[in-house]
């Protein structure tokens, strides 16, 4: 019975670990697998992502969690059938994705994995004063390690919860870790459905980093694109290129308790969906908006949210250097709007640090689960959402 705990111990101490970092997102794209080989931890950890991938979700795939996805009323079945179904599926493609690569799943050390969130509900957001901040991670690790006999580290958001935090964003760890640098103040921006930032100053001080989503990334423009274009997103931003930013429905968009709530703060597809769009749309009386306008109107909100978050939190006289991640990245329409509001910064593709925007959030797991075996205590100071904790859940494949 040991001999789990042995391996670990073993594992825990290797000079360096080969970990596969999964992350499936708000935006239901499909799996990100990231094979890394890891050496070090905290502000030592050393990374290398040897592959990366993200396997497509089946439109089959995508609709089942659908069913359940930040949906307050659900079938309970559907959500009970697919914690295992996702964990099993998720395994299967990390299989499929090693015999692609040519690598021995004996050679894995780890398998971190994010799993799906299917709600999202802040205290900030929920405020039933009884309870305390709620996130739901599906797609469990027990599976994923049976069906890949590879010993998996799962459902982090929950310490982070239990600690005092609202369960994300984590991108913070990820980014202390590997891409502070002394001399130069960071922000590391992600823009996947949901966007995010990390502060990362010059001087290191971990108690003076900084995270909070800020709202939509492109959760809104999917939807929309979706709906009307049949299309799952705006490629390159092009229908939002044709269109016009529509001010009145832009303001009318701003006008949420979310975008008034202080920070740090987090939020999700609950909050920011077709729903909250078309009331803003009734609201504001603008039923004939061509649908190239909608778009550009919602990058729009998108960017404006982000500029207005970062400068809230930053002194500007201080010189920053924005490194862009996630889907978002992709988008110039968007990333021109950025660059646009945020004259005294740079705007820069996160590759230039040469790690790919696209494979960030799954390389962060991967970073989370070496710390979960091979961490120290790291202590980031009393910063709200920021908890000095290593997270995840141990499942052993036999
Ligand atoms: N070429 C492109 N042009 C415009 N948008 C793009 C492009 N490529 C990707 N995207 C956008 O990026 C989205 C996927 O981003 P990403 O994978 O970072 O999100 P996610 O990880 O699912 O979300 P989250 O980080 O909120 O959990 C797509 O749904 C699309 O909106
Ligand atoms: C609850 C949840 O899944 N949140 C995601 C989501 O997607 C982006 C943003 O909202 C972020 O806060 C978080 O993911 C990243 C990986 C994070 O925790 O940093």
């Known amino acids: 019975m040991k001999l789990h705990i042995d391996n670990l111990h073993t594992i ?38 040897e ?4 396997v497509p979700y089946d439109e089959a795939f995508k609709e089942k969690v659908r069913k359940i996805f930040a ?7 559907d959500l009970c059938l697919l914690n295992p179904y996702i964990g099993t599926e998720h395994g299967k493609m990390i299989l499929q994705c090693l015999q692609n690569w040519q690598i021995e799943p ?10 799906q969130t299917v709600f999202h509900a802040p205290k900030k957001q929920h405020r039933l004063a009884e309870f305390p901040n709620g996130t739901l991670q599906i797609g469990d690790g027990d599976h994923i390690a049976v069906t890949t006999g590879i010993t998996t580290v799962s459902d982090f958001r929950q310490k982070h919860v239990a600690a005092g935090g609202e369960g994300a964003p984590l991108a913070v ?39 909070t989503d800020t709202g939509p990334g492109n959760t809104l423009i999917d939807a929309y694109m979706r709906r009307f274009f049949r299309k799952p997103y705006d490629e390159n931003g092009e229908a939002a290129a044709k269109g016009t930013v529509n001010g009145i429905l832009l303001d009318s968009l701003k006008k949420i308790p979310f975008f008034d709530a202080p920070f740090p703060k987090t939020t999700g597809p609950e909050v920011f969906n077709f729903d909250y769009v078309e009331n803003a749309i009734q609201k504001s009386k603008l039923t004939s908006l061509s649908r190239n306008d909608i778009i550009a109107t919602l990058t729009q909100l998108s960017a404006d949210t982000i500029v207005t978050s970062i400068q809230k939190i930053i002194d500007s006289s201080d010189q920053y ?38 494979a960030k959030e799954a390389v962060l ?12 205590h790291m202590s980031f100071g009393s910063r709200e959402g920021v908890p000095g904790i290593t997270m995840g859940k141990i499942s052993f494949p036999g």
């Open 12 to 49: 825990a101490h290797k000079d360096s670990r080969n970990i596969i970092g999964l992350m499936s997102g708000t935006s239901l794209d499909g799996l990100d697998v990231a094979f890394c080989k890891i050496k070090g931890n905290g502000t030592e950890t050393l990374l290398k992502v």
């Open 51 to 54: 592959q990366f991938i993200t």
């Open 71 to 77: 949906k307050r009323e659900i079938d309970f079945q």
């Open 106 to 115: 004996e050679t894995v050390d780890l398998i971190a994995s994010h799993g």
């Open 173 to 211: 760890y990820g980014d202390y870790y590997l891409f502070s640098k002394k001399g130069e103040n960071r922000i590391l921006l992600n823009m996947g459905g949901i966007a995010n930032f990390t502060v990362l100053p010059g001087n290191m001080d971990p108690e003076l980093i900084f995270t």
């Open 321 to 358: 250097t924005v490194y862009a991640s996630g889907g978002g990245a992709h988008n110039p329409v968007l990333m021109a709007a950025i660059q646009n509001q945020l004259q005294h910064c740079s705007v820069k593709q996160l590759e230039v640090l040469g790690v790919s925007g696209d």
């Open 365 to 376: 797991f991967a970073v989370l689960a070496n710390e979960t075996v091979a961490g120290a």
